[in-house]
């Protein structure tokens, strides 16, 4: 075994068009969680669509955790189901299409309290489509890179990510946030708001634009992988895949107990991460008086040290190992995240929130390298599927506590505190979790 502190090595590169257009759809799908999950419509819910910001905020949170309760029902069942049938293109496909068609579907959520439960409901849609096709995705990274290269793929992948949700802020910024008058004759008064809904068309068309490479030129599956010899009738696939996906479960703690504490520990920090992600846009409009304009700006700084951060950390990953990546992860974003929670001051914010955000990618890209290198090859899909679900089990734990405090408090501050209840947990587990690395290149 290589251990860490090795350099990794230099062979066995991959193939450019198959890894170029899996990371391009990291590029792709990108737009949708920074515009509408995070810093553009989740903001407009809040202070246009909802009656108040604390009443958008509670209904934003409970409407997150449905969709987290969803995401974990579903991933690791189809998950399994995909992986009896070999083919995760197809689903891949089926799921990015909802979450394109429901996102466009956003911009006629008009800022009027009648249209809340429109958005609640299409939001809820779009979003567990999104995380469901992140299981078949990440399930095809050993499709377009070795065992040797999976960091740097996955990692340069997050970073071109970060990238393609900085240009997606970019644009819906400067061509409808700020444009004056804006594009297409779009009403931009208080009673229509159309630029600022009209990103949502963007996010729906960036994806369908960006992702389509993937279904191209990656492989439906990777070369250690055992081909089905006769495909399985629909239900008898169905079947099979449920059956594999409760031995997996049942088994698991006494096959594999160094996995699942991986598992465990992901889900706590994803829990504190997601919530973050869906409420960051959201605090800085309540509690700092950010306006629309200003929250993307800030999200494109985010992004920018959020690339760089996952960009640098990708080589870290193949040299000192995932969990030791992490765990780096981690603690930046514990320090920082705790400074953000006692600054009032606005630049203090903009200082403390762009050093986190160097800490994102290191948190979750080495997490999707070590699941690639853990699952045995034949149930990659499946592995990913409990993967999503240890990010997802409990997500709707997170904006519910977050909600729940706001709602009691009417403090966005005390409920953005609560976050901190699930990533000190998780980093402390995973100081336990032990890393495996790929053989040395003979020389």
Known sequence: MRGPGAPPPAGDAPRFAPAAAWCLYD????????????????????????ETPEQGTTLWAWATALSGLLI????????????????????????????????????????????????LLLVVIANTAFEVGIVFYNALLPAV?????????????WGLGYA??????????????????????????????????????????????????????????APDEDRPTARLPVLATVRQGLATLWASLRTLPRRDPNLLRFLIARMLYTDGLNTLFAFGGIYAAGTF????DQIVLFGIAMNIAAGLG???????????????????????????GIGILLVEDVTWFWIL????????????????????????????AEMFGLFALSGRITAFMGPLVLGWVVALTGSQRLGMASILLFLIPGLLLMLTVRDRMPEPVAR
């Open 164 to 221: 393609g949700g900085l240009a997606g802020l970019v644009i819906a910024l400067f061509l409808f946030v700020q444009a004056d008058p804006p594009p297409f004759g779009l009403d931009p008064g208080e009673d229509a708001l159309e630029n600022i809904r009209a990103t949502c068309l963007l996010v729906a068309v960036w994806y369908a634009a960006f992702a389509w490479p993937l279904f191209l030129w990656v492989p439906d599956g």
């Open 310 to 336: 996952a960009a640098a950390f990708a080589w870290v990953d193949d040299w000192i190992g995932s969990r030791a990546t992490v765990i780096i992860g981690l603690l930046g974003m514990t320090g920082f």
């Open 27 to 50: 590029w792709a799908n990108s737009a949708f969680p920074t515009v509408i999950a995070t810093f553009v419509f989740s903001a407009y819910f809040t202070k246009a669509v909802a």
């Open 72 to 119: 974990a029902i579903l991933s690791p069942t189809l998950g399994a189901i995909a992986d009896r049938g070999r083919r995760r293109k197809p689903w891949l496909a089926a799921f990015s299409l909802l979450t394109i068609v429901s996102s466009g579907l956003l911009y006629f959520v008009a800022p009027d309290p009648s249209f809340a439960l429109l958005g």
């Open 289 to 292: 008086g950010m306006g629309f």
């Open 353 to 380: 929130g762009l050093s986190m955000s160097v800490f994102f990618g290191p948190v979750q890209a080495p997490s999707r390298t070590l699941m690639a290198r853990l699952a045995p090859p034949e149930m990659r």
């Open 145 to 157: 890179a070795s065992e040797r290269w999976l960091g740097r793929i996955s990692g340069w992948a």
